[in-house]
């Protein structure tokens, strides 16, 4: 069963920033998430350490020697609401600043 995917605000401000190319090569991880949702394996998808959210993940993408890392959640609806994004080099700052939805 597919499960679906919704996004932020902010994610889409970023989305719509990004190149063609960019957008294709991430497109393809979530497509796979939309495809194996909690069960998407590494190095596709890892747990974020050190949140005070609960159950944040992060999928992990490969673009042109860049490192992007977008960090999302399930809901109990079988979404998975893409939350945030940052290249690597951001994580841990970004894993601090994040706010709860709703």
Excluded: C
């Excluded at 596709?44 to 673009?63: F, P």
Aim: cysteine-free; charged content about 30%.
């Amino acid at each position: 069963m597919a499960w679906d995917e919704e996004y932020t605000d902010e994610f889409e401000a970023w989305w719509v920033g990004l190149d063609e190319d960019e957008q294709i090569d991430i497109d393809a991880v979530v497509g796979l998430l939309e495809e194996k949702g909690p069960h998407l394996p590494y190095p596709y998808n890892s747990d974020v350490k050190g949140t005070k959210y609960g159950a944040i993940r992060e999928l992990r993408i490969q673009h042109k020697g860049k490192t992007y890392r977008i960090l999302y959640a399930f809901d109990p609806r079988r979404a998975a609401i893409l939350l945030n994004w940052r290249q690597k080099d951001w994580r841990y700052a970004l894993v601090q600043t994040i706010r709860p939805i709703g």
